[in-house]
């Protein structure tokens, strides 16, 4: 009898030296494995299962190059309708006139009668003007980062120069924009640009064949009508 109570005691004994031996593991349904196995905050890193972490911001430095996708579109629709009249009428009678002898000042008779001024004015004038247009200019060009601001924005420069024969493409671009605006095919869209600025400037036949002559711009600028 007392040989059974002790192999019944003795499993007891070891459940309770491996929960509270310092070098031993606790079991996994034991209070002293929760007490020293404190969860972490629940964020959605370690929780979710589908979560895709975006790209790390990529860092840039001083004469990087970044491609910059040029999409300018503008439109410009402009009516205008001025319409005026003008009627005046007026009626001038000199009824005493005055003249000088010596010193003094005398009246002076009107033989043929009093003078006497009679008009009519009557003025109209109509304007009507109408403006549609639009541009679209589609391009794009390699950009070099000529500074790095303390904010992080970057500071581009580009510029291309073409030439066929005789014609002559350039265009020239600067610009600030934010690293987190250059996408990770290392492309900016000029929408995303501040302080835009974009030349572009043809020269050749083709150019030649619709621009002004320098006759007819001097006679646009001073023309009266």
């Known amino acids: 009898m007392k040989r059974t109570l002790r192999w019944h005691v003795l499993p007891l004994w070891l459940m309770v030296l491996s929960a509270t031996a310092p070098g ?3 079991q ?19 929780s979710s299962w589908t979560l895709v972490e975006p790209p790390p911001v990529r860092t840039f430095r001083l004469h990087d190059i970044i491609t910059v996708v040029v999409d300018q579109k503008s439109q410009v629709l402009s009516e205008g309708e001025i319409q005026r009249r003008k009627q005046s009428n007026f009626d001038a009678l000199l009824a005493n006139w005055i003249k000088l002898r010596g010193l003094d000042v005398i009246p002076a008779p009107q033989n043929n009668g009093d003078l006497r001024i009679q008009g009519l ?11 549609e247009t639009n541009d679209a200019m589609r391009f794009t060009i390699a950009a070099e980062i000529v500074d790095i601001r303390p904010n992080g924005n970057l500071v581009i420069e580009a ?13 020239s671009l600067t610009g600030v924009v934010r690293p987190e605006d250059v996408l990770p095919t290392n492309k900016v869209l000029s929408e995303n640009i501040a302080e835009l600025r974009i030349h572009k400037r043809e020269l050749g036949h083709v150019r030649d064949g619709y621009r002004r002559g320098w006759l007819q711009r001097l006679w646009d600028r001073l023309k009266a009508f």
């Not at 007490?35 to 890193?45: A, I, K, R």
């Open 24 to 26: 031993l593991p606790a």
């Open 28 to 46: 996994s349904g034991s209070l002293y494995q929760q007490e020293q196995q404190s969860p972490g905050p629940l964020v959605l890193g370690n």
């Open 121 to 131: 004015l009557n003025q109209q004038y109509r304007v009507q003007n109408e403006l």
């Open 159 to 171: 510029r291309k120069i073409i030439r066929n024969n005789n014609e002559v493409w350039e265009q």
